[in-house]
């Protein structure tokens, strides 16, 4: 099993222990959070995707996983997500709904939701798990499973 599997069954298994009311003071950065994917909609609405990047970490660590399977490296996934949406009318109108937000120890938090991409030819749909991590005073996605 690779090491990107073993570290997502950890930090699950350790959002179980996370809904203590000990965590309360991780909730801080749920703020951060909801306002870094406010800030990621409106910059995709405006057909920004290197704006809309923002929220991810800028490493090699970073991993997406989609329809495609995984991705691994931010250049790697910025180079997808143009490829996929080359213009503002291909990627439409952005809509985050968070429906699961749980911190994981005192610097990660693992976020579910909805988004829903509306176009003019079509409306497309799916979920999303989002493991954020708190590193030098930033919250940022280190894995997106967008389906």
């Known amino acids: 099993m690779s090491k990107f599997y073993i570290y997502i069954s950890l930090l699950l298994i350790c959002s179980m222990w996370s809904c203590d009311k000990k965590q309360d003071k991780v909730n801080d950065g749920l703020p951060h959070i909801k306002r870094i994917m406010k800030a990621q909609e409106e910059a995709w609405n405006r057909g920004e995707i290197d704006h809309f990047m923002n929220g991810y970490l800028a490493s090699d660590s970073l991993v997406f996983i989609g329809s ?4 691994f490296g931010f ?16 990627m439409g109108r952005l809509q985050f709904t968070n429906k699961i937000e749980r ?3 005192s610097t990660a938090y693992f976020v579910i939701g909805q988004w829903t991409l509306f176009r003019q030819i079509d409306t497309l749909s799916g979920h999303y798990s989002l493991l954020w991590e708190k590193s030098q005073g930033e919250w940022k996605i280190i894995a997106d499973h967008s389906s």
């Open 68 to 71: 495609k399977g995984l991705t």
């Open 75 to 90: 250049d790697k996934t910025l180079s997808n997500y143009k490829k996929s949406y080359p213009d503002k009318k291909a």
């Open 103 to 105: 911190p994981v120890g």
